[in-house]
């Protein structure tokens, strides 16, 4: 599915939930989702898919090629990590970031892809990422991931020593989920079975922002009738489930040093609507950018423990293709 | 930065009903072998299993009767932090096998508290992000295999 | 082969230069000597015929039992070890003996083995193992070894607590190298082809238990007109290629308790003779114990690398039959 | 007790005709792999490799630039001592790779400087009995596989 240059892909993550609950799942029958979504290009994470990493055996490799080629997919790109905390009590020095690069790149190169989605390389070793990459003939992302913004210092920092460096094989891999503009309904949905009121959420989702400190927003909260349910929300609200306006200048600057994107999502609804993320302004960069690629869906919604992967996939795949169409995403 | 551990909604995978197992051998049962899966959503290194208890029925195993079997390698509860290179799938359960005896048939109240250093999550100097694992369920003593 | 309730076998062990020197040789190729040899049973050590240890895979184990099975071979015993020094840095404690005894007692039962020549057990172990060796029900034999005799303390001290605990589940595996009288005549060999005067090397054999220092000896060798070639042996001699007289009386003491026997031996000429080792005593006081059992023929000729096992092994155990059925062993 | 190191005489099977090939990734040539048989009769963990040193035509290669590959496993010079878990058989080669930008094809002087500890040959506290795998052999640069 390339829709002026751009190309759907599936993140294979998006299955996690099955892929650990049931044993019974197994990679050809993720395989069988993704051709079921009827998109050629994915994505495999090593450290979820394979019973062996960084290094998986050649079984396992030869298994993910094997069921692709047969439903006639293309292994994208490869999901790795930097498990530089692998040796207890050990501080990870360069050569524990160049070895678990090294290592994915190597497993990258035996699955057929020519992405790797990076786990962390220090700064100074990007120039080292750039020339293996080369030699490997394997691009480096390193994804911009929540809690990161675009416009942080640390990614900009990481822009500048792109443009420095100037090879081609180095970019980002910005992750959609740095533009939660508020929880996906399903995180609301918990907190509503727990007993909050939706109209003290919509007013923490509101005040998140207005510069009141997390005890604030419960005062104001508990001023208003709200207890338990809505300070677990407040808590999230300010930890793990963070939200705010989504930084669309900070990413327009990344479009120039982008590999491909990570299309992450927690939630399309029945009339594909997803108040999350602003995807139609998110698109309408990327395709202003001028950019071909690949876009690849990644369902992040197994949080919520819904076992609803594949249909929230087909929502997200048409939500996207209606947008890049010209249609309206909302 | 937070000092939470994660705990991820998988918590069904971590002891599944046919996870506990008596093991008898030639002079009969000597105890059991529990099953158990990661509650994350990739698989970890057993090196970054920082904490380990097990109790059965209420009463504490003790560490030095824990033998766990991972892709057949047999690991002492001490040995773990150092099996750097044994990489636990989320589709392979982690074996962990306690001969102190062998257990009555019927339900047994299984508690494991687990705790994993996730490797890639540093934080700062010797500080990592942190998982929770732990589990607690009824389970069925199957029969030996 | 079964001579008065004397059964013998054949350790793999002595094919060791070939299995670590030649790729092509497998372990059905192993098997297939042992079968042209003539003996039903075997005993395999696990270090040096598995890829993984001290728990071999599932595939090692089925291949190796399939081999037997095909061949009309019964894997009788199981060589283990106790690697207490595999972690680096670490001071072994009891948990490192047991976990290795309990590795190796499971890796048995897989074989279908009743014998394990255990790694090293400390004494006050002995009960657990006399305990594990029930429930596994496989045997638990202690290696008795160069440069150990059957008189020393350590030995006599742990027949003393096989006694007292009474297990008929325990006992010793007598290994015939620790009556080395002389040096084999391969080992002779080599030091005469580095130009070493055969009557200055008897002169050495001779002396080795005088009272002489290793230094006294060289002196008056030197005298005799020896020079590197014959230090080279006296050195020898007097460490790992050491030998004396044979410990028989202490042999006697280790019978009642013994499991099973490492026949060991490094040369049997053409003439089936081996002055090494005094094999018609050996055999005779084994006979007169009334021991009913295993006799495993453990060729270590290897040392000299002559890739003779095959024909070495074939030398030995008709030289042990001829003895075991009263003719003369030289 | 002796504190001579044992050599077994395997020692033409550490550095065997075929072990040193050229690795050729998609831009030419980045270095050599060279495989390393153990002269020892039975196999051990790569855990007690006590010394290692690598020559090639008589440079000695610097530490970080080995990587070693065991079953898969990647495992740096430094992590060799911790890795208790991987077993290195006598009859598979444990296998370094060499990024150094490559040898020129023809003949090179290999040299290995191996030293081993007898993991159940205990001494005294913390002695072990020690095993000698050194070798050096003329080898011929293998094509990239
Ligand atoms: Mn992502
Ligand atoms: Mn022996």
């Not at chain 1, 990076?118 to 490997?136: D, K, N, S, T, W």
């Not at chain 1, 509101?206 to 349910?229: I, L, P």
């Not at chain 2, 057993?46 to 560490?63: K, M």
């Given at each position: 599915m390339n829709i002026g240059g751009i190309e759907q892909g599936v993140s294979l993550y998006g299955f996690d939930q099955r892929w650990v609950e049931d044993p019974d799942y197994t990679i050809e029958d993720c395989l069988d989702d993704v051709h079921e979504l009827g998109v050629q290009r994915f994505e495999l994470v090593g450290a979820v898919f394979f019973d062996r990493y960084p290094r998986p055996s050649v079984q396992e490799i030869d298994r993910v090629r094997a069921a692709a080629d047969r439903r006639g997919l293309v292994p994208f790109s490869y999901g790795g990590y930097a498990d530089v905390g692998r040796i207890t009590g050990h501080e990870p020095v360069d050569e524990d970031y160049i070895l678990d690069l090294t290592a994915d790149l190597m497993t990258a190169v035996e699955l057929g892809c020519h992405h790797l989605r990076a786990g962390a390389v220090p700064l100074h070793l990007l120039p080292l990422a750039a020339m293996l990459a080369e030699q490997y003939d394997v691009n480096v992302g390193i994804e911009v991931h929540?809690?990161?913004?675009?416009?942080d210092p640390d990614v900009q920092q990481m822009l500048a020593e792109f443009e420095r460096i100037g090879s081609r094989r180095l970019g980002f891999v910005p992750d959609f989920g740095c533009f939660i503009e508020r929880p996906a309904e399903p995180a609301l949905a918990r907190y509503l079975a727990a007993g909050a009121d939706r109209r003290l959420l919509e007013f923490v989702i509101e005040n998140r922002h207005s510069g009141m400190t997390e005890d604030e927003v419960f005062a104001r909260v508990r001023e208003q009738g709200g207890g338990q349910a809505e300070r677990m929300a407040i808590s999230d609200f300010f930890g793990f489930l963070s939200f705010g306006p989504a930084d669309l200048d900070g990413f327009a600057t990344l479009l120039p040093w982008t590999?491909?994107?990570?299309?992450?999502?927690y939630h399309v609804d029945a009339q594909l609507e997803d108040p999350t993320i602003p995807l139609e302004k998110l698109l309408g960069a990327i395709v202003a950018s001028g950019f071909r690629g690949v876009l690849m869906s990644e369902y992040e919604g197994h949080a919520f423990h819904n076992g609803d992967a594949l249909e929230q996939l087909r929502r997200h795949l048409l939500l996207e293709r209606r947008i890049l169409s010209g249609g309206s995403g909302r | 930065m937070t000092t939470t551990y994660l705990k991820l909604p998988y918590v069904d995978s971590v002891l599944r009903p046919g996870a506990l197992r008596a093991v008898v051998l030639a002079r009969g049962p000597v105890g059991f072998t529990l099953d158990i899966g990661l509650n994350y959503y990739r698989g970890l290194p057993l090196?970054?299993?920082?904490r380990f208890e097990l109790t059965v029925d209420g009463e504490r195993i003790a560490d030095h009767l824990l033998l766990f079997e991972h892709d057949r390698t047999l690991l002492p509860l001490s040995a773990l932090a150092q099996a750097f290179t044994e990489f636990w799938s989320v589709k392979k359960p982690l074996r962990v096998r306690v001969y102190q005896g062998g257990l009555a048939s019927g339900d047994h109240e299984v508690g494991v508290t687990l705790v994993l250093r996730s490797p890639y999550m540093r934080l700062g100097p010797g500080a990592w992000g942190m998982i929770d694992g732990s589990a607690s369920r009824t389970l069925t003593l199957q029969e030996a295999e």
């Amino acid at each position: 599915m390339n829709i002026g240059g751009i190309e759907q892909g599936v993140s294979l993550y998006g299955f996690d939930q099955r892929w650990v609950e049931d044993p019974d799942y197994t990679i050809e029958d993720c395989l069988d989702d993704v051709h079921e979504l009827g998109v050629q290009r994915f994505e495999l994470v090593g450290a979820v898919f394979f019973d062996r990493y960084p290094r998986p055996s050649v079984q396992e490799i030869d298994r993910v090629r094997a069921a692709a080629d047969r439903r006639g997919l293309v292994p994208f790109s490869y999901g790795g990590y930097a498990d530089v905390g692998r040796i207890t009590g050990h501080e990870p020095v360069d050569e524990d970031y160049i070895l678990d690069l090294t290592a994915d790149l190597m497993t990258a190169v035996e699955l057929g892809c020519h992405h790797l989605r990076a786990g962390a390389v220090p700064l100074h070793l990007l120039p080292l990422a750039a020339m293996l990459a080369e030699q490997y003939d394997v691009n480096v992302g390193i994804e911009v991931h929540a809690p990161s913004k675009p416009s942080d210092p640390d990614v900009q920092q990481m822009l500048a020593e792109f443009e420095r460096i100037g090879s081609r094989r180095l970019g980002f891999v910005p992750d959609f989920g740095c533009f939660i503009e508020r929880p996906a309904e399903p995180a609301l949905a918990r907190y509503l079975a727990a007993g909050a009121d939706r109209r003290l959420l919509e007013f923490v989702i509101e005040n998140r922002h207005s510069g009141m400190t997390e005890d604030e927003v419960f005062a104001r909260v508990r001023e208003q009738g709200g207890g338990q349910a809505e300070r677990m929300a407040i808590s999230d609200f300010f930890g793990f489930l963070s939200f705010g306006p989504a930084d669309l200048d900070g990413f327009a600057t990344l479009l120039p040093w982008t590999q491909y994107f990570h299309s992450k999502f927690y939630h399309v609804d029945a009339q594909l609507e997803d108040p999350t993320i602003p995807l139609e302004k998110l698109l309408g960069a990327i395709v202003a950018s001028g950019f071909r690629g690949v876009l690849m869906s990644e369902y992040e919604g197994h949080a919520f423990h819904n076992g609803d992967a594949l249909e929230q996939l087909r929502r997200h795949l048409l939500l996207e293709r209606r947008i890049l169409s010209g249609g309206s995403g909302r | 930065m937070t000092t939470t551990y994660l705990k991820l909604p998988y918590v069904d995978s971590v002891l599944r009903p046919g996870a506990l197992r008596a093991v008898v051998l030639a002079r009969g049962p000597v105890g059991f072998t529990l099953d158990i899966g990661l509650n994350y959503y990739r698989g970890l290194p057993l090196s970054t299993i920082e904490r380990f208890e097990l109790t059965v029925d209420g009463e504490r195993i003790a560490d030095h009767l824990l033998l766990f079997e991972h892709d057949r390698t047999l690991l002492p509860l001490s040995a773990l932090a150092q099996a750097f290179t044994e990489f636990w799938s989320v589709k392979k359960p982690l074996r962990v096998r306690v001969y102190q005896g062998g257990l009555a048939s019927g339900d047994h109240e299984v508690g494991v508290t687990l705790v994993l250093r996730s490797p890639y999550m540093r934080l700062g100097p010797g500080a990592w992000g942190m998982i929770d694992g732990s589990a607690s369920r009824t389970l069925t003593l199957q029969e030996a295999e």
